[in-house]
């Protein structure tokens, strides 16, 4: 099984809308897919719950803490974790054992990137990121890249030598989709043309 860690300590950086969209994509290639929200809050499990039982179908995992590991199935082929705002230290630490993959989604804006660089380089000193056990990406959320502010990530994020993978628009079809517990994935292909053209180099990527 393949683990995939949504993280940025900044609360309203995206990572619930990645880390579900992702889920999902997954469940929509007919992989065995759960998710494990760390999150006090659980929003991806009030997301899944809103799912329709007539789409793929994503497992949920629970566990009474967040340094526990919950039973998986040994069938599963994917785990997408949904990490809350500000975990750190042994939480981040924890959560990296099991992660193959860290997409780190990032919005362009001074504050977000000023809380994003103390988590890199947090990132950057774990064995499991030095040894190449586990790698990260960047996301940059609700931004176009042809814009300025794409230009200032970029160049904010060539200090630590990380793959940008894509961008993912500012746009209402991911907030209107879970408002029905439902990904862009399980849209008509007509309503999410440009968003599955965004989402090609991060699957890549993940999927490598």
Same mark, same amino acid.
């Given at each position: 099984?393949?683990?995939?860690?949504?993280?940025?300590?900044?609360?309203?950086?995206?990572?619930?809308?990645?880390?579900?969209?992702? @889920?999902?994509?997954?469940?929509?290639?007919?992989? $065995?897919? /759960?998710?494990?929200?760390?999150?006090?809050?659980?929003?991806?499990?009030?997301?899944?719950?809103?799912?329709?039982? !007539?789409?793929?179908?994503?497992? $949920?995992?629970?566990?009474?803490?967040? !340094?526990?590991?919950?039973?998986?199935? @040994?069938?599963?082929?994917?785990?997408?974790?949904?990490?809350?705002?500000?975990?750190?230290?042994?939480?981040? /630490?924890?959560?990296?054992? +099991? /992660?193959?993959?860290?997409? &780190?989604?990032?919005?362009?804006?001074?504050?977000?990137?000023?809380?994003?660089?103390?988590?890199? =380089? $947090?990132?950057?000193? !774990?064995?499991? &990121?030095?040894?190449?056990?586990?790698?990260?990406?960047?996301?940059?959320?609700? &931004?176009?890249?042809?814009?300025?502010? @794409? @230009?200032?990530?970029?160049?904010?994020?060539?200090?630590?030598?990380?793959?940008?993978?894509?961008?993912?628009?500012?746009?209402?079809?991911?907030?209107?989709?879970?408002? &029905?517990?439902?990904?862009? +994935?399980?849209?008509?292909?007509? $309503?999410?043309?440009? =968003?599955?053209?965004?989402?090609?180099?991060?699957? !890549?990527?993940?999927?490598?």
């Amino acid at each position: 099984m393949r683990t995939v860690l949504v993280a940025n300590p900044k609360g309203g950086s995206g990572k619930t809308t990645l880390a579900t969209n992702l @889920a999902a994509f997954f469940a929509g290639q007919n992989r $065995q897919v /759960a998710m494990w929200d760390l999150d006090r809050q659980k929003s991806s499990l009030g997301w899944l719950a809103l799912r329709p039982a !007539e789409l793929p179908s994503i497992a $949920q995992l629970n566990a009474p803490r967040r !340094e526990d590991y919950p039973d998986i199935p @040994a069938d599963y082929e994917w785990l997408v974790l949904d990490s809350p705002a500000g975990m750190h230290g042994k939480n981040l /630490a924890h959560a990296l054992k +099991f /992660a193959h993959k860290i997409l &780190v989604p990032v919005q362009p804006s001074l504050f977000d990137m000023a809380a994003t660089r103390d988590f890199l =380089d $947090q990132l950057m000193e !774990e064995k499991r &990121v030095q040894k190449h056990r586990t790698f990260i990406g960047i996301i940059g959320m609700r &931004v176009d890249p042809r814009t300025r502010a @794409a @230009a200032t990530l970029e160049q904010f994020l060539k200090q630590y030598d990380l793959p940008v993978l894509t961008y993912l628009r500012d746009t209402m079809v991911y907030v209107n989709a879970a408002f &029905v517990g439902k990904s862009i +994935f399980d849209l008509p292909t007509y $309503q999410i043309e440009r =968003d599955l053209a965004q989402w090609r180099p991060l699957i !890549e990527w993940i999927n490598t």
